[in-house]
């Protein structure tokens, strides 16, 4: 995070008067004084503001119902972000924890929390995702009964992982997935001759989306929320 930023969230002073505080020298970074404040700032640094430790509130957790059109990024140069549709006081430090792809909705989640984000994201913690599918032709019985026992997709050596997939319609489905792997909804469904043509996510974990939220809206998610992305057993 810059070091402007981070002074900004943590004090609740504005940019423009962290900046001057920076120009002034009331600010250093692990006792150099006069930092720049574009300055990046790195775990385990300590910032003093007038000579008194500065630190930021505790970690923060959203959920965001996202819209289409909108990226799963920091920055982008093309397109707007998840991050742009938070006001901007609450952007410093946030990441989203997992991406969905430009045309995907539903649920997002961002944090300030690297090892919580690690909790959700790292493959060998098979957090379950779940998505409502929408194809472009029927979805047949025997359709589902191979997205439950694992998928072959072009170009890769292992099958996916046993998915839960139940009927929701004709072209529609809801499915559960354990792993995530690039573009791994569309993925299967083409290796079944099909094409999905809408892509919703409604849960990650135990998460479910806030069917309060309309899109481009977001929430801080509960303590339970938050517990329920649990660290492995030691």
Not at 1 to 16: E, P, Q, V
Not at 59 to 77: F, N
Not at 168 to 197: D, I, P
Request: charge should be positive.
């Amino acid at each position: 995070m810059r070091l402007d930023y981070f002074l900004a969230h943590s004090t609740g002073l504005s940019r423009k008067d962290v900046k001057q505080l920076i120009s002034r020298g009331a600010v250093a970074v692990d006792g150099e004084a006069r930092p720049r404040a574009n300055t990046r700032l790195h775990p385990g640094q300590a910032v003093w503001l007038h000579g008194e430790p500065v630190q930021l509130p505790g970690h923060r957790y959203l959920m965001l119902h996202k819209p289409q059109g909108v990226v799963c990024s920091t920055d982008d140069p093309d397109h707007r972000t998840v991050l742009d549709l938070l006001p901007g006081a609450e952007r410093p430090g946030l990441h989203a924890a997992g991406r969905l792809d430009l045309d995907t909705t539903g649920l997002v989640l961002l944090t300030s929390d690297g090892q919580w984000s690690h909790r959700l994201t790292a493959p060998g913690q098979r957090c379950a995702k779940r998505y409502r599918v929408t194809c472009a032709d029927p979805v047949t019985e025997a359709d589902l009964q191979l997205l439950r026992e694992g998928i072959a997709l072009r170009g890769e050596d292992r099958p996916t992982l046993p998915a839960a997939a139940e009927s929701l319609g004709v072209r529609s489905l809801r499915l559960t997935l354990h792993e995530g792997r690039y573009h791994q909804v569309k993925r299967m469904l083409a290796a079944l001759g099909n094409k999905v043509v809408a892509l919703h996510r409604e849960q990650i974990g135990e998460i479910a989306l806030d069917p309060a939220l309309a899109p481009g809206q977001y929430r801080a998610l509960t303590d339970h929320e938050v517990a329920s992305i649990a660290p492995p057993a030691s």
